[in-house]
Nanobody, 115 residues
Framework: QVQLVESGGGLVQPGGSLRLSCAASGFTFSRYGMSWYRQAPGKERELVAT????????NYPDSVKGRFTISRDNTKNTLYLQMNNLKPEDTAMYYC????????WGQGTQVTVSS
């Protein structure tokens, strides 16, 4: 069955960087576009990055454009989110998502940006 497992979250100071990973299994990873979302307490889940296939085109909302980079390694069945110049408002639980007939989410990884 489809499984997504996020990792790489943690506590970082403002201006710092983190790289999140999402290990995927149970489907042909290279054939599907994937996304990263985040959800802060009391807020709706929001899209932060998408990578399409084929071609690998990416999209970001203005709130993270220029700071976040989504990428994938099809040989490792892994999705990444490089986050630079982190801000306190980036604090949230981060999730990866794929739609393979149905929508699948990982369990999330917590990112906290605080001094």
């Amino acid at each position: 069955q489809v499984q997504l497992v996020e990792s790489g979250g943690g506590l970082v100071q403002p201006g710092g960087s983190l790289r999140l990973s999402c290990a995927a299994s149970g489907f042909t990873f290279s054939r599907y576009g994937m996304s990263w979302y985040r959800q802060a307490p009391g807020k709706e889940r929001e899209l932060v990055a998408t990578i399409r296939t084929p071609g690998g085109s990416t999209n970001y909302p203005d709130s993270v454009k220029g700071r976040f980079t989504i990428s994938r390694d099809n040989t490792k069945n892994t999705l990444y989110l490089q986050m630079n110049n982190l801000k306190p408002e980036d604090t949230a639980m981060y999730y990866c998502k794929v739609i393979v007939r149905w929508t699948y989410w990982g369990q999330g990884t917590q990112v906290t940006v605080s001094s």
